[in-house]
């Protein structure tokens, strides 16, 4: 690894410096409550730049380490957010920007859910607070933000292409700045880091790979590639890297007293470490190491960076390190909401009502949980159901049908592609595979939707989840892009639901249906709509009137087509707009048009007969080859009806821009989608 010319820690630690300090790397602390008020951080307080590391002890790297991991905790309880596995790489941040002469080195961060730290560390501390906040810091890096962030991350598995074509790019230069990957075993199951590996070697590019190997993504990693690290780790070996960076086999510094403890259920022999499959790829691999070792990160750090060609450090981590309920419960701390406002009696005896009225009432459910409920309830009925998902099983509400159907529940790890074209395959031998997928995550899946599922027209039902705006986690998870690219497709049937009831349906009917369908469903909770029972059949392409409001007579008559959850804001705006001057005497139609493809055309004839002046789509979508383009298409290149009556028409949605991150109600305020802003919207249509 070629060593940037700038680089103040261009030479490596000493093995005497780093003696010396062993005795000190216990110092760290481990927490049990997150603290409510700012921790006193002097060594953190001093740092306004990564640079300003340089003059730090060992000791006080190790002392800093306590005081970032005290930050964090304090930090996550203000404003909420990731949490886990950013815990987990306090020590390993620390380490890299010590070593390394950032921004002109290159630090690649995968996915960016351990990017607090990265963030602390590099100018950002003081507004660490208004992290996923409007106009707050980012929950992901984001090269707009800072130069220190060298890549834009929100999907898994990126990190080793966008370091390998930066590592090309620079070489081609004639610059010799260090780049470094950072990438969990969870994302390493995707295939694209696979090809990145391989391509590198290819290169034989000067790359440095640093495997954070927790057992974890979001949920446990599982499959043959986490095995593998689970056999390196369980060997108490370790490939060793000498002074002049060469690798050497010796026994692990932790296993006095190692308990041979395994991370698998079922572990086969241990390999030989030379027979790795890093080495076996071409990449020069050193590790497992303690991740939480300060001075021997120190130390494997600084040698592997001059090592040339590309370069593999394993590092063995805990998620949530430091905090134990975090320690112990590693899934559920994955993120947190930000800890309730501590205030006086008032506010006590309220939040003692609500309680009181929630035990009461019965809470929405999210649409997750519906989905989840529909799964359990169809495979109760019809063996054939088998359901995948790619890595996301609490996520998609998959747990009870995971425990009650374990035989039927495929997790293929952060593998999108692989989950559609698995799918797939099923869907040939007389199965009815349903993929579980996030809006955001099927784009990574989109030719094999295509060409694998679509083009053979095979029975593969997509559950669609976090679809529309997703709040805090931004333009990286918003799911505002499906209805435009799926209803390209043809054989695709797409469904949008109003409420947890309507899902519930519509996922039963899609499922029912003999070809590819896509059931696209919100994150969060639902309206508190009941899920009625026996599950019900809707006829494909049947859209619903669901009120009329405002004088036959009117001299203006609204159709207001209204696709998914946007439904209740639908019917409150038209309300406002039809009350509050009755001297205007609008009708409107309020629609749950309830299909994507194929639309209700019927309908839409049947709302032009009664004289509709005026058309408007709502959807939470993005306008631009949304499904109020659909209805577009069809009226001007199909409706003889709409080409006589000429109705003024007018889209609305998500405008032509990624959406920043900030609350759900802010978001769609943003775009013109609160109530306000629809009502607005359609009085100036109707105007």
Known sequence: MQQSPHSPQSQSVSASAIESAAQLSNLQQTYAVIPRVRPNTPL????????????????????????????????????????????GVVELTIALHYLLDTPQDQIVWDVGHQAYAHKVLTGRREQLGTIRSKDGLTAFPERA???????????????????????????????????????????????????AMNDAVQQDADLLVILNDNDMSISCSIGGFPRHLAML???????????????????????????????????????????????????????????????????????????????????????????APAELDPVGYHAISKLPVEDDETNTKAADTSVAKASVDKPALKYSQVFGQFLCDKAAEDDKLLAITPAMEEGSGMIDFARHFPERFFDVAIAEQHAVTLAAGMATQGVKPIVAIYSTFLQRGYDQLIHDVALQNLDVTF???????????????????????????????????KDENECYHLLNTCYDYEGCTAVRYPRGVGTGATIEQPAQIYKIGEAVVESVLGPNDAAKKLALLVFGTMMTTAQHAAEAIVNDDAELEYQVHVVNMRWVKPLDTGLLEALLAKGITHIATLEEHVITGGAGSAVNEYLLNESAAFKRTRPVIANMGIPDRFIAHGSQSEQLADCGLSVDGVSKQLLQLLS
Request: proline share 4%; hydrophobic share 40%; with cysteine.
């Open 233 to 323: 780790w369980e060997s108490g070996y370790q490939v060793d890297i000498s002074e002049a960076g060469e690798p050497v086999l010796r026994l692990r510094p932790d296993m006095q007293g190692f308990d041979r403890r395994k991370r698998h259920k079922e572990m086969r022999d241990v390999p030989q470490l030379e027979d790795n499959l890093f080495k076996a790829i071409g990449f020069t691999y050193f590790g497992p190491f303690d991740g939480h070792n300060i001075p021997e990160l120190l130390r494997v750090l600084s040698l592997a960076k001059q090592v040339s060609g590309p370069v593999l450090v394993h590092i063995y981590t805990t998620k949530g390190k430091g905090f």
């Open 44 to 87: 953190l307080d001093s740092i306004d730049a990564p640079s300003d590391l340089n003059a730090f002890t060992t000791t006080q790297l190790i002392t800093l380490a306590d005081e970032l991991r005290l930050f964090l905790l304090y930090s996550a309880g203000q404003s909420g957010g990731h949490f886990g596995a950013n815990l």
């Open 463 to 497: 559950a669609i989840d976090r679809a529309g705006l997703v709040g805090e986690d931004g333009a990286t998870h918003a799911g505002v892009f499906d209805f435009a690219f799926l209803r390209c497709v043809p054989n695709m049937v797409i469904a949008a639901p």
């Open 145 to 195: 933000e800072s130069v220190y962030d060298t890549f834009g991350v929100g999907h898994s598995s990126t990190s080793i292409s966008a370091g390998l074509g930066m590592s090309l790019a620079l070489r081609y230069q004639g610059r010799t700045q260090t780049v470094a990957c950072i990438i969990g075993d969870g994302a390493m199951t995707g295939g694209m880091a696979f090809e």
